[in-house]
């Protein structure tokens, strides 16, 4: 883009004003497509606007249907300025970008400052009933409380809850964004405290169908996502499917879920010794559910960690507990998170008390920030589980 000062020229924001032959510079805000790209501008109308095909070393760049570009042209009336959308790629004759206006996200939604990535943590449990998807919903309400960004994803890919946890009525989810018919800031519903939740549906192993077209437009809009959002948590299904351990290798951590009871600590490690067979990183979080005190809850814990140490190999490191209190079921009841049907209960605290501990490392403050140097050169989230729901 020009570096020559804004000041110096009246700057506009309509793209009517660059007439078509007119040079313009092109950015594309995308992780496959860095740099500035000289483009002509070939047509224009007061909803679209059409440019020649970038090129780059005498390559085409194809940069994606869906991906937000700034448009920047000088006109003998100032210099004109625009961020747009990429609505068609033209092959042919015809080769060219058409772009339309930028999609506007909610009004509730607030782009967060600087560079930090977004952070995707599943949260599972080896078994149903163990309390896994109201856990998700009050982790998330309890994290944008204290000013993160949250996004709870609904990836159980059988029965999704997280709705009727919060008394949501969605009209869409994430199959109505695959298909093109919905913008995923359309999908998005509006939850406690700030909170956000995109309805998943069966619409995640919908990717692997997808061809690469249709699947940058989708990357595309959840780079759109991620300006807005700190923490991606998924709350998958439970057992040991491949639809959940994908979720368990795709996240960038996984919170594992159980409670006090044999059964669910047996398939809690059964989970585990399912997860640490396929290659690839695993970082996982243990929190006892429903457990008497905290002493019961860290026993637990250490004989967890002790044998998942010992005969997988593998680290399971210990993240919280919450105790059994009444006061839970009595907001699920309620179709209410915790922190808003009983803010003083007990299990209300333990969750914030969780919810400070990822606070802390998000911010780097415990010497565990999750922008480590491993997650920047990660692929991204969508591309992990597009490459393991295809196996």
């Known amino acids: 883009m020009s570096t020559e000062p804004k000041d110096q020229a009246t700057l506009l924001t309509d793209w009517t004003a660059l007439e078509p032959g007119r040079s313009v510079t092109l950015r594309a805000h995308s992780s496959l497509h860095k740099g500035d790209y000289e483009c002509a501008v070939l047509d224009r109308t007061a909803d679209r606007l059409r440019v020649s095909m970038p090129m780059e070393n005498g390559k085409l760049v194809l940069v994606p249907v869906g991906t937000i570009v700034s448009v920047e042209g000088r006109t003998p009336a100032g210099i004109v300025s625009v961020r747009a959308q990429v609505v068609d790629r033209r092959s042919g004759r015809e080769r060219s970008l058409l772009l339309g206006p930028e999609p506007k996200p909610p009004e509730y939604l607030q782009a967060r400052s ?14 149903g009933g163990v ?21 709870v994803v609904d990836a159980d890919l059988g029965t999704a809850n997280v709705d009727v946890l919060l008394n949501m009525t ?13 913008n995923i800031f359309d999908v998005l519903v509006q939850g406690p405290r700030g909170l956000v939740v995109l309805p998943g549906g069966s619409g995640l192993q919908e990717l692997t169908a997808l061809d690469d077209r249709r699947f940058g437009k989708l990357l595309a809009q959840f780079h759109q996502l991620e300006r807005f959002v700190d923490v991606m948590l998924l709350d998958t299904g439970s057992g040991l499917a491949k639809s959940v351990t994908n979720f368990v290798h795709a996240a960038d951590e996984t919170i594992l879920v159980t409670t006090p009871e044999p059964h669910a600590i047996t398939d809690a490690y059964a989970l585990i010794k399912v997860a640490s067979q396929r290659p ?7 929190v006892v559910n429903r457990a008497q005190d905290e002493g ?23 993240l919280g507990w919450v105790v059994e209190d009444a006061a839970v079921g009595r907001a699920i009841r309620r179709q209410q998170d915790l922190l808003t ?11 914030q008390a969780i919810a400070a501990a990822l606070h802390r490392e998000l911010s780097g403050e415990d010497g565990a ?20 729901f295809a196996r």
């Open 369 to 388: 920030a999750f922008a480590d140097a491993e997650a920047e050169v990660r692929p991204s989230f969508l591309h992990r589980i597009r490459r393991l």
């Open 341 to 351: 049907a009983a803010p003083r209960s007990r299990a209300a605290g333990c969750v």
């Open 280 to 286: 690839g990183p695993l970082r996982l979080r243990l």
């Open 114 to 127: 600087g560079p930090a990535l977004c952070r995707t943590i599943a949260v599972t449990s080896g078994k």
């Open 131 to 151: 309390g896994k998807t109201a856990l998700a919903v009050n982790l998330g309400v309890a994290l944008a409380a204290l000013g993160r960004r949250v996004c």
């Open 296 to 318: 019961e809850a860290r026993d637990i814990a250490r004989k967890m960690s002790f044998a998942s140490r010992k005969f997988l190999d593998t680290e399971l490191d210990y």
């Open 170 to 182: 969605p009209r869409w989810n994430l199959s109505h964004v695959i298909s093109g018919e919905k």
